[in-house]
């Protein structure tokens, strides 16, 4: 689903923008902009009043904005599309004249049509530098749903917005518009319209052509590349050059040219060829392509509305030009704004050698371009974080991150240089952080690395395996090449067996000659199928010197790994060439999880968990892993988040992820009843609707976290202030984590009436009807009044609160929780479980009308937590596995796993009831025939959501099947994963990207790994310890978990077939490996200081 909250902010596909996961937690202050325009870079043409406020053109042909500027040549206007990615607009620049009429009446400065644009794109318009003066840009010719964003007016501003022409009613708004000087990349100099074709030079029909050429106006660029043919000829040359533009033509090539080069025998029929020279100041120059050897071609286009000047032999008439003509040409430019100085970075000052460790650093910039930041680690080494949006404002909590493990002890000095992302630097690196490692040298260096492919070598003296031969003073050489450095060559090796991998050290040739200037590290795990990894995809690489440059992997399970230059690097005589001295591989044997299987298997299983679980790799535009980004992310700070939030986090090595889902567990508010707010800042979800399986979850989360820490004063020490200085006071009574959690319990038993055996809501906007709110995490379901879905996580939570009073020595109040599990389990089976399709209803309204669309999430889960017996959890899968077919289902049978990986969320459509039961967000995501979330075209209607498939293995287990049913899920959803990493998000019927649900706003993606410990290894962390009790599927002999943290010590846990009784081995560096019979039990005593 696609629809702007009040505040204009896109919520896209289930729940986004989530009110951006709160909510920078504890990232520092909260601020979504800054409060005034900036002074160069792009400078804002509206003040940041209020909230976003997104304005279409359902009804209005023109939008546009009167502005007063100087010493601009780039414009750009934010505009949606909401989430479709279809639709045109036109964005045209006027110098204003008089009134808006006679404005528009003239030749604009520029103009450009954007066609299907991305959503929430910026459209972008580059000319000329304009003087001082008034101008007006206009927004025409809508298609589709489209439209501009826009803020409130901040008194005093003197810029006139304009709808059809006319002031109002949209003067109290400014339209999100900004004016640039200088901004990087490359820039085209054409426009892709018209016909593409190719303009001969030398002897033609048209005559002799000598020279054919574009004036154009650049700024801080170096680089120009024009797009030329050798007609598919051997022996074609051509002679290209750069020149400051004089008065004239004649003039300009008559003076010296600022850079010359000739490209002999051109390599194809369509290529570019590129010329490189020191950076140049603003102004207009020309190109000139002459002295062609043979038939010799430039590409054109014949419509473009780009303001360049095409020649030919030196005239702007004649041999086929038209006013629409120009030639591809392309500049790459650097922003006039560098980056600020970056922060000291910020980790731990000490540490142990081999002890892998992540800082952060941030920067601002004036240009609010994003950036990357390159870390010297004061070894030799340096690495680059994947890029993130500037530290502007308020915004402290954006930084780049970056890893890095030391083998010696020592003291290191680090420090930080930000780039913007084309590659311009800070003008100085920040103040270092002194690093004291300690302890024993820890080489983790992975040896018998071997060359598997190589895209050229230059000669059999610069071969593949030069760069692996311990000897960095030979080298590795692709093809060299005099043309461009837009050639791929890549590098492939071969680790010899699979590994948990850390990173790859790439060390250049002297002075970096060669080494690429932009490159993508993938990874394979059976040398046939590749995976990019996503922070290191196209990235911008600042030339490492003589540094090694170290690429991390994140603990990526691999055998293969490639490293492709996308942009080549030149050698010492200016060719260019990828070109490297040595690579080295660091990390250790085998997979985090593990089977007796090996290999490809275990390490698809162990990198699911890296993608999904912690998303290490994964690109994070926000500046940290708890913030939404486009692959898998870490986790989001919304209540109904906390709970997956702590299955990911609270086994594992990462204190400091686990305190700050700790701060998150504190900051959320809580209502004098209990109540337990939906995200630090606000109540509701999305601002829209109580939630009432906040409070549920709220608990599970806490006893999640610390039945694995056993960290007492999580739960004792007193409550901090809340970060929201809007938020109610905590209940009488309430002064600690515990107290609040026992309070969000009292709010279900009391005011929800849970202690009577079954969960009501009586708030009536959540009633359950057709025209409720939704009360969960399946926000377009308005399941309410007697749900479902709350009542199986009261029942989890019930189990939860009751451990937790036992592991607090309270067992009277354990006593009297556990005491009701039997009436809930009671309650719910008789009011949801239906005789007739032998599965769970979703929900009864206030009205008593049952709502039954197949909700296969739900029953999974109902068997998972308990709440099934053994025939009705059979009759469950029997149904979900097409076994058993339900007649007048839309899903039945093997199309019910159609997507494979999960199964459909519902085998009912929704459509097929009136009035559709269906919360709709205003008619904005709608089930009604031709609408964007009719069955099939929506997650929540015929689409999947990836994290039920860990309800529905866990349910599995529970079921006939057993561990063999749930292991053949888990079997075909690694397939899957092998193919793509699971990197899917189709565009549905009108072209929304809310189908289906595995990456970006979905870190639950992250638990489906997680059945290895919960499920067949059977770990539960209880009051009395953790219990292990394996349960392995036939096909297995073993399985195993490795670096596994109870109560802050590390274990490796497996489960065997073979070991005939519990044995446990402490290994040299501390970690307890423990082996446990399939079937048995072992438990690892709880600490014995408790409260």
Known sequence: MSTSSKDGFKINGRFVGFILASFVMAFGSFAWFSSEARASGWTKLYTEEGGRTPFDFNQTATRGQKFSSSGFDALRVAAPSWGNNIGNLTLSLYAWNTDYATTTSQAPIARKTFVDYVDNAWLELEFPMQPQGQYLWELSNPTEWVGVYAYDRKPGDTSVSFADGATAPVQGYNYQAEAGFASGGWKALYEASGVRGRSAMGLTPEGNILSRGEKFYGSNFDTLRVRVSNYEQLNRDITLKLYAWNANYGASVAGQPIASK???????????????????????????????????????????????????????????????????????????????????????????????????????????????????????????????????????????????????????????????????????????????VTGASANNVINGVQVYASSSASDSAHAAAKALDDNPSTYWSSKLSSYNGFREEHLAVDLGAIYTVDRLAL???????????????????????????????????????????????????????????????????????????????????????????????????????????????????????????????????????????????????????????????????MDADGFVWAHTFGQKHLDLSKHYSNNPLYIMGVHRLYMWTRD??????????????????????????????????????????????????????????????????????????????????????????????????????????????????????????????????????????????????????AVRYGLADGAQADSIYEWLDGERIIPGETSTGADIYDWVWAPRANTVAIESKQPYWWYSYNGAISVAPGGSATYGNHLENGGAIFYTSYDDMMGRLKSGGGADSAFARMEQILAEFRLDELRRDPANNVGAPWTIGIVGEYPESGIVPLVMADGFLGITAKPDGLHIRPNLPTELDNAGLRDVVYAGQTYHIQGSRSAVVASTTTLPDGTVEIVVPNGSEYVVPAPVNTP
Not at 398 to 411: N, T, V
Not at 600 to 621: I, K, M, R
């Open 262 to 436: 000739t490209f002999d025998d051109l390599p194809s029929d369509d290529d570019w060829i590129e010329l490189n020279f020191a950076r140049q100041q603003p102004g207009d120059y020309l190109w000139v392509l002459e002295d062609p050897s043979g038939h010799v071609g430039v590409w054109t286009y014949t419509e473009s509305g780009h303001g360049a000047q095409a020649f030919v032999n030196g005239s702007t008439q004649g041999f086929g030009l038209g006013a629409g003509f120009d030639y591809i040409s392309e500049t790459y430019a650097y922003a006039a704004v560098a980056p600020g100085t970056a922060e000291a970075p910020i980790g731990p000052a000490t540490l142990k050698a081999g002890e892998t460790v992540e800082y952060y650093s941030g920067a601002p910039n004036a240009a609010d371009n994003n950036q990357a930041y390159l870390f010297d680690w004061g070894d030799g080494t340096t690495s680059l974080s994947s890029t993130v949006k500037p530290m502007n404002g308020g915004d402290t909590y954006r930084k780049g991150r970056s890893s890095h493990s030391w083998s010696e002890p020592g003291s290191y000095s680090v420090k930080v240089r930000a780039y913007d992302q084309d590659g311009n630097p800070s003008s100085n690196w920040s103040a270092p952080l002194q690093v004291t």
């Open 507 to 669: 060390t250049p040739r002297t002075g970096g000659q060669g080494f690429p200037r932009s490159l993508t590290l993938s990874y394979s795990t059976d040398g046939q199928i590749w995976h990019d990894v996503p922070i290191h995809r196209e990235a911008i690489v600042p030339n490492p010197g003589n540094s090694d440059f170290a690429l991390e992997t994140g603990g990526l399970a691999a055998r293969y790994f490639k490293i492709t230059a996308n942009r080549l690097g030149t050698d010492g005589q200016g060719r260019y060439a990828f070109q490297l001295a040595e690579l080295q591989a660091f990390g250790k044997a085998g997979t985090r999880f593990h089977t007796s299987r090996g290999g490809a298997f275990d390490a698809d299983w162990s990198n699911l968990y890296t993608v999904y679980g912690l998303a290490q790799n994964e690109l994070t535009p926000e500046g940290n892993r708890w913030l939404n980004g486009p692959g898998g992310i870490l986790g989001i700070g919304p209540t109904e988040w906390q709970l997956w939030s702590a299955q990911k986090l609270s086994w594992t090595k990462e204190t400091k992820l686990k305190n700050e889902l700790y701060q998150q567990m504190l900051d959320v508010p």
């Open 712 to 861: 007492d004063a999580m739960l004792n020490d007193p409550l901090p202030p809340l970060p929201y200085g809007n938020a109610p006071a905590y209940p009488q009574g309430v002064t600690t984590l515990l107290e609040k959690t026992r309070k969000a319990m009292d709010f279900i038993l009391t005011e929800q009436q849970g202690d009577q055996g079954l969960l009501v809501i009586g708030d009536p906007d959540n009633n359950g009807t057709a025209n409720a709110h939704a009360s969960n995490y399946w926000d377009n379901y308005p399941m309410g009044y007697k749900s479902a879905y709350e009542n199986v996580l009261f029942y989890g939570a019930v189990q939860a609160m009751a451990e937790l009073e036992d592991a607090v020595g309270s067992p009277v109040k354990a006593g009297q929780l556990r005491g009701l599990l039997p009436n809930i389990k009671e309650a719910f089976n008789e009011t949801f479980w239906d005789d007739q399709t032998g599965r769970y209803i979703g929900s009864i309204d206030i009205n008593g009308v049952e709502r039954d669309y197949g909700f296969t999430f739900l029953n999974a889960m």
